[in-house]
């Protein structure tokens, strides 16, 4: 039988305890899990951020993987802690959007709120949730019990409004959603839209970010001359305005929000 995965993804860092602390919580519930960090390094408060790198993670893991999402800028006040099933996988994480993304992909099985004390540490810190409910809620997922046992069912949660593609006639508006450590401008423009566009034969495709044209689209960040700024899709199959061997995002001054505009040329 596998050994059971606990997937982390915060707003911690890596300077203090917090991350270390809810592996020690969760080690001594589930003592043969095995703990993977998808990201400590989300923007501080950044539920969106959380909610999209959660997204371009989840579906690489092992069926079964239980995921332990803290972004929590709500932490100690009315917000609810949930458990959610949806695909093959848990995932516990504050009632505050991050989850959205990928239930747009996987619809919700099941959601509970974590109500049940039993299954959380005997005092829960007002400031540090991720710790006292929500480790301990991810851990005894993982040793097996049923997600029902944690609390209480829920049918509304919150959910994130992330920015949606708008396509017209020979032309496709979107945005960049997340900036990576390399400064690649990552948007919401999917590959199997861009395809449908770009599948004319003979009508050249122009790509403009924040105003300014794109000179290629390339397969792979070598295709072109070093620092050039150009467009590709990167390893999430989206549109990324990139530079080889240098951030897009320095380069533009451009971050996330910033329009992007892909259309056939008249």
């Known amino acids: 039988m596998a ?5 982390l993804l915060t707003d911690f860092g890596t300077l203090d305890h917090y991350a270390g602390a809810m592996k020690g919580v969760a080690l ?14 989300i ?10 790198e959660l997204a371009a993670a989840y579906r690489y893991f092992p069926a079964g993987t239980v995921f332990l999402v803290v972004v929590d800028p ?6 609810h802690g949930i458990a959610a099933e ?24 099941r959601v509970v709120e974590l109500t049940e004390r039993r299954y959380a540490r005997p005092t829960v810190s007002r400031t540090f949730e991720g710790r006292d409910r929500f480790a301990p809620a991810a851990a005894w997922l993982a040793k097996g019990i049923e997600l029902t046992a944690l609390g209480r069912p829920v049918t509304d ?39 449908k566009l770009s599948g004319v034969p003979d009508v050249p495709i122009e790509v403009h ?11 792979t960040y070598a295709d072109v001359a070093p620092g050039e700024v ?26 996330r929000g910033a329009p992007v505009h892909v259309a056939r040329r008249a």
Do not use: W, Y
């Open 43 to 52: 923007p501080a408060h950044d539920v969106l951020a959380g909610a999209l």
């Open 230 to 255: 150009c467009a590709l899709f990167g390893s999430t199959d989206h549109l990324e305005i990139a530079a080889n061997g240098a951030s897009a995002a320095a380069a533009l001054v451009l971050g």
């Open 157 to 195: 949660i919150q959910r994130l409004s992330i920015p949606q593609l708008q396509v017209q006639a020979g032309r496709i508006d979107g945005e960049v959603l997340r900036v990576d450590r390399f400064g690649n401008l990552i948007t919401n423009i999917d590959r199997k839209t861009f395809d």
């Open 86 to 109: 949806a695909g093959d996988f848990r995932f516990v994480a504050p009632d505050n959007g991050v989850l959205t993304a990928v239930l747009d992909e996987h619809p919700r099985r």
């Open 28 to 41: 001594g519930i589930c003592p043969d899990v095995t703990l993977v960090d998808i990201s400590h390094d």
């Open 209 to 219: 970010i924040g105003g300014r044209q794109v000179s290629k689209v390339v397969s």
């Open 3 to 7: 050994r059971p995965v606990i997937a």
């Open 74 to 79: 709500g932490v100690g006040s009315a917000r």
